[in-house]
């Protein structure tokens, strides 16, 4: 079993355009993202896939490994199914470059699961939801799971009709930690875009149209990504209340 880890990253998005190279406490979002994978100690290697110049050359000015791609992929997912084809690995586990205070501890988390599943097709991280707002924020992805953990349907908009409280019971946001074997990227490779997934703009929903499982992998904490201008205030202030954080960002930078 060889486990890698891939960050999809692209210049352009729709809600903050060239988000992955603002920088947070001195260091571009992508190199927060990619230092945090390293330090985890948790996988063989660690690469950026990217069809970007400018997100390649901050990663080989940091010393990472880049694996170049074509320009136009519709997700992350896409991106790193062609990255896959030139390196060897029986599984991946892609981590979002829009998460720059994802865990060290949830990346092993993450690894563990797939030791112990390694015929899982997906494991995607979840995490609790205590808020009523997310569960309606279109800017989230969530998630509905059944009592075996087996993610059922993905959505924006909670579809629920039970109180607030009783969907805190089964619905996750998902995050974007996602692991994959080998043979099921491939297949995602050459495959054409569900009418659902499409239209909802959640890559996951490929395989759950397609009767592919995911499961979930519960991570304690639920952090805030970076999808807009205001969550770089939001990230921020994490940062400044959490010793933890504070801490990482002190390893990563010696890193240099």
Not at 19 to 37: C, D, F, P, S, T
């Amino acid at each position: 079993m060889r486990i890698v880890a891939i960050i999809p990253a692209r210049l352009a998005s729709s809600r903050l355009n060239r988000k992955l190279l603002i920088k947070i406490n001195g260091l571009e979002i992508i190199e927060h993202v990619r230092r945090r994978a390293i330090i985890s100690n948790a996988f063989e290697a660690v690469h950026v896939a990217t069809g970007d110049e400018e997100i390649a050359d901050v990663i080989k000015d940091n010393k990472g490994s880049v694996i170049r791609t074509k320009k136009s992929h519709e997700n992350g997912t896409s991106r790193v199914a062609e990255a896959i084809k030139s390196i060897d690995a029986t599984h991946v586990v892609l981590i979002q470059g829009d998460e720059p205070l994802i865990l060290p501890n949830d990346l092993k988390k993450m690894v563990k699961y797939i030791k112990r599943f390694p015929g899982y097709d997906t494991l995607n991280a979840i995490a609790k939801i205590d808020k009523e707002s997310i569960l309606d924020d279109n800017s989230e992805v969530k998630c509905a799971i059944n009592e075996k953990g087996r993610v059922i349907y993905c959505f924006r908009r909670s579809p629920s009709h039970c109180h607030m409280n009783e969907q805190f019971k089964y619905i996750r946001k998902m995050l974007g930690l996602i692991s994959y074997k080998r043979e099921t990227l491939n297949l995602i490779e050459n495959a054409k875009e569900s009418t659902i997934q499409k239209l909802e703009s959640i890559e996951q929903l490929w395989l759950i149209s397609n009767n592919y499982d995911i499961y979930g992998v519960d991570i304690e904490s639920c952090l805030p990504s970076v999808n807009t201008s205001n969550d770089i205030a939001r990230v921020l202030k994490y940062i400044d209340d959490n010793p933890e954080q504070q801490k990482i960002i002190k390893e990563i930078k010696n890193l240099d």
